[in-house]
Protein backbone atom coordinates (compact mmCIF):
# COMPACT_ATOMS: atom_id res chain seq x y z
CA UNK A 1 0.00 0.00 0.00
CA UNK A 2 3.13 2.42 0.91
CA UNK A 3 4.75 1.77 -2.08
CA UNK A 4 1.10 2.32 -4.36
CA UNK A 5 0.73 5.49 -2.18
CA UNK A 6 4.25 6.84 -2.86
CA UNK A 7 3.98 5.87 -7.20
CA UNK A 8 0.96 7.96 -6.83
CA UNK A 9 2.36 10.90 -5.31
CA UNK A 10 5.60 10.86 -7.48
CA UNK A 11 2.87 10.35 -10.60
CA UNK A 12 0.98 13.31 -9.58
CA UNK A 13 4.18 15.43 -8.86
CA UNK A 14 5.09 14.40 -12.44
CA UNK A 15 1.84 15.09 -14.09
CA UNK A 16 2.28 18.59 -12.17
CA UNK A 17 5.93 19.15 -13.60
CA UNK A 18 4.28 18.51 -17.00
CA UNK A 19 1.39 20.59 -16.60
CA UNK A 20 3.86 23.51 -15.21
CA UNK A 21 6.39 23.04 -17.88
CA UNK A 22 4.28 22.84 -21.12
CA UNK A 23 3.21 26.38 -21.23
CA UNK A 24 6.62 27.17 -21.11
CA UNK A 25 7.19 25.63 -23.98
CA UNK A 26 4.59 26.55 -26.02
CA UNK A 27 5.90 30.12 -25.26
CA UNK A 28 9.38 29.82 -26.57
CA UNK A 29 7.98 27.86 -29.25
CA UNK A 30 5.95 30.56 -30.32
CA UNK A 31 8.64 33.38 -29.89
CA UNK A 32 10.33 33.12 -33.29
CA UNK A 33 6.53 33.92 -34.67
CA UNK A 34 5.81 36.87 -32.63
CA UNK A 35 9.75 38.22 -33.77
CA UNK A 36 8.49 37.26 -37.26
CA UNK A 37 5.05 39.50 -37.13
CA UNK A 38 7.36 42.52 -35.26
CA UNK A 39 9.76 42.15 -37.67
CA UNK A 40 6.97 42.49 -40.56
CA UNK A 41 5.45 45.33 -38.86
CA UNK A 42 7.88 47.27 -38.39
CA UNK A 43 8.56 47.02 -42.47
CA UNK A 44 5.43 48.13 -43.16
CA UNK A 45 5.68 50.95 -40.66
CA UNK A 46 8.76 51.84 -42.48
CA UNK A 47 7.75 51.70 -45.91
CA UNK A 48 4.51 53.80 -45.53
CA UNK A 49 6.53 56.24 -43.04
CA UNK A 50 8.85 56.80 -45.69
CA UNK A 51 6.39 57.09 -48.53
CA UNK A 52 3.79 59.46 -46.59
CA UNK A 53 6.85 61.20 -45.28
CA UNK A 54 8.38 61.81 -48.97
CA UNK A 55 4.83 62.96 -50.25
CA UNK A 56 4.92 65.42 -47.06
CA UNK A 57 8.14 67.05 -47.89
CA UNK A 58 7.88 67.72 -51.50
CA UNK A 59 4.51 69.40 -50.37
CA UNK A 60 5.56 71.62 -48.01
CA UNK A 61 8.72 72.20 -50.10
CA UNK A 62 6.48 73.59 -52.96
CA UNK A 63 4.04 76.21 -52.76
CA UNK A 64 3.75 77.12 -56.21
CA UNK A 65 1.52 77.72 -58.37
CA UNK A 66 -0.36 76.03 -56.13
CA UNK A 67 -0.96 75.65 -52.35
CA UNK A 68 0.20 71.83 -52.22
CA UNK A 69 0.59 71.46 -48.57
CA UNK A 70 -2.91 72.78 -47.86
CA UNK A 71 -4.22 70.55 -50.10
CA UNK A 72 -1.90 67.80 -48.94
CA UNK A 73 -3.20 68.41 -45.37
CA UNK A 74 -6.80 68.80 -46.50
CA UNK A 75 -7.19 65.99 -47.64
CA UNK A 76 -5.41 64.08 -44.93
CA UNK A 77 -7.88 66.04 -42.30
CA UNK A 78 -11.26 64.92 -44.38
CA UNK A 79 -10.39 61.54 -44.06
CA UNK A 80 -9.14 61.59 -40.37
CA UNK A 81 -12.20 63.33 -39.43
CA UNK A 82 -14.38 60.83 -41.71
CA UNK A 83 -12.59 58.21 -39.73
CA UNK A 84 -13.41 60.42 -36.32
CA UNK A 85 -17.15 60.16 -37.32
CA UNK A 86 -17.12 56.80 -38.12
CA UNK A 87 -15.69 55.67 -34.74
CA UNK A 88 -18.74 57.68 -32.96
CA UNK A 89 -21.28 55.69 -35.26
CA UNK A 90 -20.01 52.46 -33.82
CA UNK A 91 -20.67 53.72 -29.96
CA UNK A 92 -24.49 54.01 -30.97
CA UNK A 93 -24.40 58.01 -31.61
CA UNK A 94 -25.07 59.49 -35.27
CA UNK A 95 -23.07 62.47 -35.72
CA UNK A 96 -23.91 65.03 -38.38
CA UNK A 97 -20.72 63.84 -40.63
CA UNK A 98 -21.39 65.38 -43.89
CA UNK A 99 -21.58 68.87 -42.08
CA UNK A 100 -18.52 67.71 -40.18
CA UNK A 101 -16.69 67.02 -43.25
CA UNK A 102 -17.64 69.98 -45.03
CA UNK A 103 -16.93 72.30 -42.16
CA UNK A 104 -13.58 70.58 -41.24
CA UNK A 105 -12.68 71.87 -44.53
CA UNK A 106 -13.73 75.26 -44.38
CA UNK A 107 -11.63 75.53 -41.25
CA UNK A 108 -8.23 74.17 -43.54
CA UNK A 109 -9.03 76.40 -45.94
CA UNK A 110 -9.60 79.16 -44.03
CA UNK A 111 -6.31 80.99 -43.95
CA UNK A 112 -6.00 81.59 -47.52
CA UNK A 113 -9.54 82.97 -46.96
CA UNK A 114 -8.46 86.85 -46.06
CA UNK A 115 -11.93 87.88 -44.18
CA UNK A 116 -11.76 88.98 -40.37
CA UNK A 117 -15.47 87.83 -39.70
CA UNK A 118 -14.54 84.43 -41.29
CA UNK A 119 -13.02 82.56 -38.27
CA UNK A 120 -15.70 83.96 -35.27
CA UNK A 121 -18.33 83.09 -38.54
CA UNK A 122 -16.74 79.65 -38.72
CA UNK A 123 -16.55 78.86 -34.79
CA UNK A 124 -20.02 80.58 -34.37
CA UNK A 125 -21.96 78.31 -36.90
CA UNK A 126 -19.82 75.08 -35.49
CA UNK A 127 -21.87 75.86 -32.34
CA UNK A 128 -25.59 76.94 -34.08
CA UNK A 129 -25.98 75.29 -37.60
CA UNK A 130 -25.64 71.15 -36.03
CA UNK A 131 -27.53 72.18 -32.65
CA UNK A 132 -30.68 72.95 -35.33
CA UNK A 133 -30.04 70.29 -37.16
CA UNK A 134 -30.48 68.16 -34.85
CA UNK A 135 -33.31 69.45 -33.42
CA UNK A 136 -35.05 69.16 -36.98
CA UNK A 137 -33.75 66.49 -37.48
CA UNK A 138 -36.39 64.36 -34.62
CA UNK A 139 -34.44 61.97 -32.92
CA UNK A 140 -34.16 62.82 -29.49
CA UNK A 141 -32.69 59.49 -28.60
CA UNK A 142 -28.84 60.41 -28.27
CA UNK A 143 -29.50 64.20 -30.31
CA UNK A 144 -27.46 65.80 -27.71
CA UNK A 145 -24.30 63.45 -27.86
CA UNK A 146 -24.37 63.91 -32.16
CA UNK A 147 -24.17 67.66 -31.54
CA UNK A 148 -21.08 67.19 -29.21
CA UNK A 149 -19.41 65.07 -31.40
CA UNK A 150 -20.23 66.77 -34.48
CA UNK A 151 -18.18 69.95 -32.79
CA UNK A 152 -15.54 67.86 -31.49
CA UNK A 153 -14.56 66.12 -34.75
CA UNK A 154 -14.58 69.84 -36.28
CA UNK A 155 -12.58 71.45 -33.85
CA UNK A 156 -10.28 68.65 -32.62
CA UNK A 157 -9.31 68.16 -36.74
CA UNK A 158 -10.51 70.95 -38.67
CA UNK A 159 -9.79 73.85 -36.65
CA UNK A 160 -6.32 72.35 -35.02
CA UNK A 161 -4.66 71.21 -38.41
CA UNK A 162 -5.65 74.55 -40.05
CA UNK A 163 -2.66 75.92 -37.67
CA UNK A 164 -0.42 74.05 -39.50
CA UNK A 165 -1.64 75.91 -43.20
CA UNK A 166 -1.52 79.21 -40.62
CA UNK A 167 1.99 78.81 -40.26
CA UNK A 168 3.07 78.09 -43.60
CA UNK A 169 2.09 81.21 -44.53
CA UNK A 170 4.31 83.18 -41.95
CA UNK A 171 8.02 84.33 -42.57
CA UNK A 172 9.80 81.58 -42.74
CA UNK A 173 6.47 79.20 -42.59
CA UNK A 174 8.42 76.06 -44.46
CA UNK A 175 10.99 75.76 -41.73
CA UNK A 176 8.41 76.48 -38.78
CA UNK A 177 6.63 73.67 -40.41
CA UNK A 178 9.76 71.16 -40.78
CA UNK A 179 10.36 72.25 -37.20
CA UNK A 180 6.99 71.21 -36.11
CA UNK A 181 6.68 67.78 -37.72
CA UNK A 182 10.46 66.76 -37.48
CA UNK A 183 10.29 67.40 -33.72
CA UNK A 184 7.01 65.32 -33.46
CA UNK A 185 8.38 62.36 -35.75
CA UNK A 186 11.62 62.56 -33.37
CA UNK A 187 9.78 63.02 -30.20
CA UNK A 188 7.22 59.58 -31.17
CA UNK A 189 10.35 57.67 -32.69
CA UNK A 190 12.28 58.01 -29.68
CA UNK A 191 9.87 57.88 -27.16
CA UNK A 192 8.98 54.05 -28.82
CA UNK A 193 12.17 52.96 -28.93
CA UNK A 194 13.34 54.13 -25.98
CA UNK A 195 10.15 53.23 -24.32
CA UNK A 196 10.35 49.55 -25.45
CA UNK A 197 14.53 49.30 -24.47
CA UNK A 198 14.20 50.95 -21.08
CA UNK A 199 10.28 51.41 -20.11
CA UNK A 200 9.29 50.39 -16.39
CA UNK A 201 7.13 52.58 -14.77
CA UNK A 202 3.61 53.37 -16.69
CA UNK A 203 2.60 56.46 -17.62
CA UNK A 204 -1.06 56.46 -18.13
CA UNK A 205 -1.99 52.65 -17.83
CA UNK A 206 -5.92 53.41 -17.69
CA UNK A 207 -5.60 55.51 -21.30
CA UNK A 208 -2.10 54.04 -22.45
CA UNK A 209 -0.83 50.55 -21.23
CA UNK A 210 2.08 50.59 -23.49
CA UNK A 211 3.58 53.94 -22.53
CA UNK A 212 5.95 54.39 -19.58
CA UNK A 213 7.40 57.60 -18.35
CA UNK A 214 11.33 56.49 -19.79
CA UNK A 215 9.74 56.35 -23.43
CA UNK A 216 7.99 59.94 -22.29
CA UNK A 217 11.76 61.38 -21.06
CA UNK A 218 13.15 59.63 -24.26
CA UNK A 219 10.55 61.51 -26.47
CA UNK A 220 11.40 64.80 -24.53
CA UNK A 221 15.66 64.23 -24.93
CA UNK A 222 15.22 63.36 -29.24
CA UNK A 223 12.83 66.66 -29.74
CA UNK A 224 15.47 68.82 -27.77
CA UNK A 225 18.14 67.48 -30.44
CA UNK A 226 16.22 68.09 -33.21
CA UNK A 227 14.91 71.40 -32.69
CA UNK A 228 18.58 72.35 -32.34
CA UNK A 229 19.21 71.24 -35.37
CA UNK A 230 17.19 74.18 -36.83
CA UNK A 231 19.76 76.55 -34.78
CA UNK A 232 22.42 75.84 -37.51
CA UNK A 233 23.52 77.81 -40.49
CA UNK A 234 21.50 75.59 -43.14
CA UNK A 235 18.87 76.13 -45.86
CA UNK A 236 16.59 74.85 -42.37
CA UNK A 237 17.52 77.94 -39.78
CA UNK A 238 15.20 79.51 -37.90
CA UNK A 239 15.61 83.07 -36.20
CA UNK A 240 16.17 81.35 -33.02
CA UNK A 241 18.87 80.46 -30.45
CA UNK A 242 19.79 77.52 -28.62
CA UNK A 243 18.06 78.24 -25.36
CA UNK A 244 14.79 78.82 -27.35
CA UNK A 245 14.93 75.93 -29.94
CA UNK A 246 15.58 73.35 -26.40
CA UNK A 247 12.15 74.96 -25.01
CA UNK A 248 10.52 74.62 -27.50
CA UNK A 249 11.62 71.00 -28.27
CA UNK A 250 10.03 70.04 -24.52
CA UNK A 251 6.76 72.28 -25.17
CA UNK A 252 6.14 70.26 -28.73
CA UNK A 253 7.00 66.94 -27.44
CA UNK A 254 4.98 67.40 -23.78
CA UNK A 255 2.26 68.75 -25.69
CA UNK A 256 2.33 66.58 -28.36
CA UNK A 257 2.74 63.38 -26.01
CA UNK A 258 -0.45 64.60 -24.34
CA UNK A 259 -2.03 64.87 -27.96
CA UNK A 260 -0.98 61.42 -28.67
CA UNK A 261 -2.68 60.13 -24.96
CA UNK A 262 -5.98 61.98 -26.22
CA UNK A 263 -6.34 60.37 -28.86
CA UNK A 264 -5.36 57.13 -27.53
CA UNK A 265 -8.20 58.48 -24.71
CA UNK A 266 -10.94 58.79 -27.81
CA UNK A 267 -10.05 55.11 -28.88
CA UNK A 268 -10.30 53.55 -25.89
CA UNK A 269 -14.24 55.00 -25.08
CA UNK A 270 -15.01 53.95 -28.40
CA UNK A 271 -13.65 50.23 -28.12
CA UNK A 272 -11.07 50.38 -30.85
CA UNK A 273 -7.26 49.75 -31.40
CA UNK A 274 -7.11 52.14 -34.12
CA UNK A 275 -9.04 54.37 -35.96
CA UNK A 276 -8.19 52.21 -39.51
CA UNK A 277 -6.28 50.34 -41.76
CA UNK A 278 -5.63 52.88 -44.57
CA UNK A 279 -1.86 52.95 -43.42
CA UNK A 280 -0.19 49.84 -43.24
CA UNK A 281 1.62 49.30 -40.11
CA UNK A 282 0.28 52.52 -38.88
CA UNK A 283 -3.69 52.02 -38.50
CA UNK A 284 -5.19 55.18 -39.89
CA UNK A 285 -4.68 59.14 -40.68
CA UNK A 286 -6.63 59.66 -37.66
CA UNK A 287 -3.60 58.03 -35.68
CA UNK A 288 -1.23 59.99 -37.10
CA UNK A 289 -2.25 63.37 -36.34
CA UNK A 290 -2.65 62.94 -33.00
CA UNK A 291 0.86 64.59 -32.04
CA UNK A 292 0.79 66.88 -34.80
CA UNK A 293 -2.27 68.84 -34.45
CA UNK A 294 -0.93 69.86 -31.19
CA UNK A 295 2.62 70.59 -31.95
CA UNK A 296 1.23 72.97 -34.96
CA UNK A 297 -0.78 75.06 -32.30
CA UNK A 298 2.09 75.46 -29.98
CA UNK A 299 4.75 76.18 -32.64
CA UNK A 300 2.48 78.38 -34.31
CA UNK A 301 2.33 81.13 -30.91
CA UNK A 302 6.03 80.49 -30.15
CA UNK A 303 6.78 81.50 -33.78
CA UNK A 304 4.91 84.64 -33.46
CA UNK A 305 6.17 85.36 -30.14
CA UNK A 306 9.76 85.02 -31.02
CA UNK A 307 8.45 87.01 -34.61
CA UNK A 308 7.51 89.96 -31.98
Known sequence: MTKKRNCCRSNRHGDEKMTVAAPARKRLSSFPL??????????????????????????VWVEQPLPWFTIFVAVWGLVAVFEFYRLVKASKVSPLSYFGLVWSLLFIISPHLEYDFLGPLLLTSTIMVPLIWVMLRGRQEQAMAAWVWTIAGILYVGWL?????TLRGLDD????????LFITFASDTAALFTGTALGRHKLAPQISPGKTWEGAIGGVVGAVLTSLFFTLETDFVLPINWGQAAVLGLLV?????FGDLA????????GVKDSG????GHGGFLDRIDSVVFAGV?????ALCVMQ
Open 298 to 302: VVYYF
Open 253 to 257: SVFGQ
Open 277 to 280: RLLP
Open 173 to 180: GRNWVFLA
Open 161 to 165: LSYMV
Open 34 to 59: RRHQLTGMLKKRVITGLSGLSLLVVA
Open 263 to 270: ESLFKRNM
